[in-house]
């Protein structure tokens, strides 16, 4: 996992048409995309089109799951959030302004380790911090950073460089250091993918906690399904790619206080689950070749699965009068 939370690391975006500007904040559209396309070159002079028009409102302080398959545009997507890449049409609003490149108030958390290797926990974070508060003192700076490092659980080794840490521990830091700047926005690109089932779960427990309880705005984009249903309050579903869609914005109906453990005893947790791996398993690749009529890019339907759903395609698909018919 890193962290790209430094504005100017990144190499500048390319030219784009854009409508630059601050813009009135809505809470409903904090992060708001609109219209946005991503084109590269293609042999022969031909254009390969990652998606266009796309179209994505999200509210401030929910936790939104992009959920796609390989190569759809998910990280694309996520590039042009952070201001690492620019789009080639349309323009992105984070809390009012228009996104013209990196900034710290957004923090990225990838999925390969970025540490600094010749510093300490308590030094990869304190220079994010560092960056962030340029004219704080040593000792503010250090507290910050223990604050974060003492959130996600790495109290006392502080002192470790990064080759003394297992790769959940690393992880963390990647997380402290990100939640150290304290970001408007959190965006994360498969964060736990490469961990353990367990560490991952530990993991996924303190990023729930820690945004639940700071309110943070996150975008993250996985492939794991139950990882979307225990963390996203909304699941952007993505058809499959090249000229991917926002097929779906699927609302989760569990209770916000729900425990990973006992996340398939919810009431709708089954609904959601089977619509998410159905869309994963035929609907991303109809909908590519075909969305329904009245499908509108600019406002993609929002959906919410319920039992009944569930009942009634269960029903339909072993009803002997329903195959029949
Ligand atoms: N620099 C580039 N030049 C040409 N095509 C690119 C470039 N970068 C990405 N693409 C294409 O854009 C598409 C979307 O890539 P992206 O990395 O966003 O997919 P993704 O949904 O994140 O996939 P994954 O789940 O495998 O991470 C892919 O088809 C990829 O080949
Ligand atoms: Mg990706």
């Known amino acids: 996992m890193s962290i790209l939370p430094f504005a100017g690391r990144a190499s500048a975006p390319q030219t784009a048409t854009r409508t630059a500007g601050t813009r009135a904040m809505s809470d409903d559209k904090y992060i708001s995309i609109e219209g946005i396309a991503r084109r590269y070159p293609a042999p022969g002079g031909k254009t390969s089109t990652v998606f266009e028009d796309m179209w994505l409102p999200m509210r401030r302080g929910e936790f939104v799951c992009m959920i796609g398959h390989s190569g759809c545009g998910k990280t694309t997507v996520l590039n042009i959030l952070a201001g690492l890449e620019a789009p080639t049409e349309g323009v992105v ?63 006392g080794s502080e002192h470790k460089r990064p080759s003394e840490l297992s790769g959940g521990m690393k992880q963390r830091v990647g997380i402290a250091r990100a939640l150290s700047i304290e970001p408007k926005i959190l965006l994360m690109d498969e964060p736990f993918s490469a961990l353990d089932a367990l560490t991952r779960g530990t993991l996924q427990d303190e990023v729930r906690r820690i945004c639940v309880e700071t309110g943070q705005t996150v975008f993250m984009i996985t492939h794991d ?89 269960a029903i339909a698909s072993t009803d002997p009068v329903g195959k029949r018919a």
């Open 225 to 313: 399904v139950d990882e979307a249903i225990y963390l996203a309050d909304r699941i952007v579903l993505m058809t499959n790619g090249p000229m991917a869609k926002v097929a779906e914005i699927v609302e989760n109906p569990l209770p916000k206080d729900r425990d990973r453990t006992q996340l398939h005893h919810a009431p709708g947790y089954y609904a959601l689950r089977n619509h998410l791996i159905d869309f994963l398993v035929t609907r991303s690749k109809t909908l590519r070749d075909a969305m329904p009529v009245g499908y509108d890019q600019r406002n993609p339907p929002v959906v919410r699965p319920t039992l009944s759903e569930a009942d009634a395609a």
């Open 93 to 155: 609003i984070a809390a009012g302004e228009a996104i013209e490149g990196t900034s710290l108030d957004r923090a990225v958390i990838f999925q390969g380790h970025a540490l600094l290797p010749w510093r300490t926990v308590l030094g990869n974070v304190a220079y994010a911090v560092s960056s962030r508060w340029r004219k704080a003192s040593k000792a503010e700076v250090e507290d910050r950073a223990r604050k974060a490092i003492r959130t996600v659980g790495l109290s």
